[in-house]
């Protein structure tokens, strides 16, 4: 009777393994071969909060028409050396060919410096072009401007349009770059993790598929959510895919190979392994979500989209994980992993693997490990005293494209501020009063009426400051005093503007978001391990872990790659997914330890949690590591600052704080730790009992005797 019931599972499991794989085939299909475009970001202040000052000019510029051209500045010089009659001739009859590209109704006219070393022709163009149409108008100027010029003369485009091409030129072939990068990490890392030749290929492609399928849900979200996306928002999404998609199938196939040791039948090892796993998946990918959905409450729509982008993206990851995968496990059997093929009865390798003896050494003298755990950690964090943020349109490249060289050139022989003026919109009747107190503030060179109507007046302010730079901002602050002061409810705007509207929102963003993402972990680890004590040393490590990466990072940062400072969002969502990230293989590691502890005393318990989760969780951290790492293929400093500094955290969190500080903190607490849960009040050990055919068994307890069942 027991042979056949065990038979009529199997063929049940059989079935519905290849249902849901079916199942999954045929959504993903259908949902791959949708065409659905995503809602990108139009223009420089969407990016801003809409109560903003320079976004608020901006919306009046649109309503005088003042805003309709934005100019692409065509910059004409010898590398320094002053320029020849030929060269001026030949720069005025530019500037009438380059009119010709210009918007209906606008000039092109040269500008010379007084240097007489360099010169520039402002290219009035259609505010109203959309960023990925700009690519044409922009390359038409370029080749019209450098052909046919005198020997040694050189033309360089910048300018706004331009940046905007530039910026966007890096994140062409961008998605399939980073997918290649990244499946090829991902493959490599996993032949190395389970030593067969085709075990790696299931989680790779269950991941893979859901990274496509979550591209499909996350353009399809930008229509039904509202929000924007741009090619960083996408990236980091299918990183954030592919690594949490994989370390949950890392810790779900562990889980299952140890019940194969245990159960003769998979899909009773497989329901077993969900059983078991599945809550703490659910735990780790749950807090993700919810810190991700804490930046809806960003001031900065940037964040917002990455946050809900980001969510989007690990939910579909933990579906496939949890629903897909398990089935395509099953479907193949245990010969999936050979050569080395779980079988039952099979001895649990990780008892006396290294694991083993790393959590001998870390809980066997846990005050001497602690004491050096938290001073590696706070000699790595000594840096974070001289981090700066805020990054120019000049410096968000590695390598520097036209744009930033063309601005280089101009801010040499030019006002710096020149090619990109302030803006200032007051009413008419003040407008005399405002532009004497404007042209009176240090930092600005000369003030020009630019236009306006019967109420309004927009003048423009052209600064000596470099763009983007700490003096413009400065500059641009007494600017916004000067100008308030000779007329109330004026506004100043700007590309200086705009990214010093953007500063402020970044650290409004910092100050509010990352209380509630702790607040989020905090809750999370309160309902899972049903411990204050657990829960707050856990978010203390994770918070150190992230202090610690960040000091180091940016000590390499400008020891090693000379970046001036860290991209205003690099903080906030490097503290996100290093806490949110980081506090899953913490989760991995203490759910397993409350599980041991029922069986045995806290520091036994933390131990053989340790030795039994070391190798899978470290394996998943190297990975998760070397896929957040993977953004540094993009030349872009942003992607590349987070993919470090996320990186190299996840990194410390899984081989020191993870693996040793966190079972050195629970030995010395003891059962103290699982305060005030029921395990901190008792030893008490639950009786052994017989174990039923088809029923897991306690962790630890050696095989139990019963009747094969054929699959």
């Not at 909060?49 to 934005?70: K, N, V």
């Not at 005399?432 to 009426?449: I, K, L, N, P």
């Amino acid at each position: 009777m027991e042979i056949f019931q065990g038979r009529n599972k199997a063929v049940v499991g059989r079935r519905l393994s290849w249902v849901v794989v079916l199942v999954a085939v045929l959504f993903s299909g259908a949902l791959l071969a949708a065409d659905i475009s995503a809602r990108t970001a139009a223009n420089a202040t969407s990016n801003l909060p809409d109560d903003a000052e320079s976004a608020q000019a901006a919306r009046l510029q649109d309503q005088l028409g003042t805003s309709r051209f934005t100019p692409a500045i065509v910059v004409f010089d010898r590398g320094g050396d002053p320029l020849t009659g030929g060269d001026r001739a030949a720069v005025t009859a530019k500037a009438r060919e380059l009119t010709g590209l210009a918007a209906d109704g606008q000039r092109a006219f040269p500008v010379f410096a007084d240097d007489g070393a360099a010169a520039f022709v402002a290219v009035p163009l259609d505010a109203d072009t959309p960023e990925e149409d700009l690519a044409g108008p922009i390359g038409k100027i370029r080749a019209e401007a450098a052909d046919g010029l005198p020997d040694g003369l050189q033309a360089q485009v910048t300018g706004g349009p331009a940046f905007v091409v530039d910026l966007s030129q890096v994140f062409d072939g961008a998605d399939v770059t980073l997918l290649i990068t990244t499946a090829s990490v991902v493959a490599l890392l996993l032949l190395i993790t389970y030593r067969s030749p085709w075990l790696w290929l299931v989680p790779l492609t269950v991941v893979g598929v859901a990274d496509q399928v979550a591209a499909r849900l996350l353009a399809a979200g930008t229509h039904v959510l509202g929000f924007a996306t741009d090619g960083a928002t996408t990236g980091i999404t299918s990183v954030l895919v592919f690594g949490a998609g994989t370390n949950y199938a890392l810790l779900l196939i562990a889980r299952y190979r140890e019940e194969l040791r245990r159960e003769e039948s998979r899909y009773a090892a497989m329901r077993i392994a969900m059983g078991r796993a599945a809550p703490a998946i659910l735990a780790s990918s749950g807090t993700v979500v919810l810190a991700l959905l804490c930046l809806g409450l960003a001031d900065n729509p940037s964040s917002r989209s990455i946050g809900l982008a980001g969510a989007i993206g690990i939910v579909t990851a933990v579906v496939y994980a949890l629903l897909v995968l398990p089935a395509a496990l099953t479907v193949f059997g245990r010969r999936l992993f050979w050569p080395f093929v779980p079988r039952l009865g099979q001895a649990e390798p990780t008892e006396t693997g290294v694991w083993s003896r790393v959590a001998r050494v870390a809980t066997g003298r846990p005050w001497l490990v602690s004491a050096a755990g938290v001073l590696v950690l706070a000699v790595l964090a000594l840096p974070l005293a001289g981090v700066r943020t805020g990054l120019s349109d000049t410096e968000q490249f590695r390598a520097k494209p036209e744009s930033v060289t063309g601005q280089q050139v101009l801010a040499e022989h030019f006002p710096a501020g020149a090619s990109q003026p302030t803006s200032v919109l007051t009413p008419a009747e003040s407008a005399a009063s405002v532009r004497r107190a404007v042209a009176a503030v240090d930092g600005v060179q000369r003030v020009d009426r630019a236009g306006g109507d019967d109420e309004t007046v927009e003048l423009t302010a052209v600064l000596d400051t470099e763009p983007g730079s700490r003096a413009a901002f400065d500059t641009v602050e007494s600017v916004r005093a000067a100008a308030q002061g000779a007329a109330a409810g004026t506004l100043v705007g700007g590309s200086d503007a705009e990214a010093l509207d953007a500063e402020a929102a970044a650290q409004h963003d910092q100050r509010l978001v990352i209380p509630l993402i702790l607040g989020v972990v905090l809750v999370v680890l309160l309902l899972l391990l049903r411990s204050v004590v657990a829960a707050v040393v856990l978010v203390l490590t994770v918070v150190a872990t992230f202090a610690a990466s960040l000091g180091a990072s940016w000590w390499a940062f400008r020891h090693w790659w000379d970046f001036p400072a860290l991209d205003l969002g690099v903080p906030l969502l490097s503290f996100l997914f290093l806490v949110a990230l980081g506090v899953d293989y913490n989760i991995f590691l203490t759910t397993r330890a409350r599980e041991e502890a029922f069986q045995r005393d806290t520091v036994p318990a933390i131990s053989r949690a340790l030795a039994v989760t070391g190798g899978v969780i470290t394996s998943a951290g190297i990975l998760l590591a070397a896929v957040f790492t993977v953004l540094g293929v993009l030349p872009l400093i942003t992607l590349t600052q987070i993919g470090l500094i996320v990186g190299f955290g996840v990194l410390l969190d899984t081989l020191l704080v993870r693996s040793v500080l966190v079972p050195a903190l629970v030995a010395l607490l003891g059962r103290r730790f699982w305060w005030p849960g029921e395990l901190s009040r008792t030893d008490r050990r639950p009786a052994p009992r017989a174990v039923e055919v088809g029923e897991a068994q306690p962790a630890g307890a050696g095989p139990a005797t019963r009747r094969p069942t054929r699959e």
